[in-house]
């Protein structure tokens, strides 16, 4: 017995929000978006794919070019970039831990102490962010 009222409750829960939903002509389902709307304009079509003229032929300038030197020092890798034989920047990848960078000073010739050894150098960078 208690079975059959389970079930006649658990029909009429399902059925009463099928009838709720559905249209009754007495009640005409109002549109849910205003009466001034005005149709969007068709989508132009795309003009052919025309070929386009091809790049100038620019010669490439050999000391513009940056030169990578990979040297393995045990289970390190240091990269060193050099433009036009200048030193630049050295790229240190230690066998444990992140790699991290050695950039020449962009302020050459101003020294605090004349004597001091690595001037021309920056501190260390890591790479934090990479976009």
Same mark, same amino acid.
């Given at each position: 017995?208690?079975?059959?009222?389970?079930?006649?409750?658990?029909?009429?829960?399902?059925?009463?929000?099928?009838?709720?939903?559905?249209?009754?002509?007495?009640?005409?389902?109002?549109? %849910?978006?205003?009466? %001034?709307?005005?149709?969007?304009?068709?989508?132009?079509?795309?003009?052919?794919?025309?070929?386009?003229?091809?790049?100038?032929?620019?010669?490439?300038?050999?000391?513009?070019?940056?030169?990578?030197?990979?040297?393995?020092?045990?289970?390190?890798?240091?990269?060193?970039?050099?433009?036009?034989?200048?030193?630049?920047?050295?790229?240190?990848?230690?066998?444990?831990?992140?790699?991290?960078?050695?950039?020449?000073?962009?302020?050459?010739?101003?020294?605090?102490?004349?004597?001091?050894?690595?001037?021309?150098? %920056?501190?260390?960078?890591?790479?934090?962010?990479?976009?």
């Amino acid at each position: 017995m208690h079975l059959y009222r389970l079930f006649m409750i658990v029909s009429l829960c399902s059925i009463l929000p099928v009838m709720a939903e559905s249209e009754h002509p007495q009640h005409p389902k109002k549109p %849910n978006h205003p009466d %001034n709307l005005i149709p969007l304009p068709e989508v132009p079509e795309l003009p052919p794919e025309t070929d386009s003229p091809p790049l100038p032929d620019i010669p490439v300038d050999p000391e513009l070019e940056t030169e990578v030197t990979i040297i393995k020092r045990g289970e390190d890798i240091i990269e060193e970039h050099r433009v036009n034989g200048e030193l630049l920047m050295i790229k240190v990848i230690p066998r444990i831990g992140p790699p991290y960078y050695l950039k020449k000073n962009p302020i050459r010739g101003y020294h605090d102490h004349p004597g001091e050894a690595g001037i021309d150098v %920056n501190p260390p960078m890591w790479q934090i962010l990479r976009f």
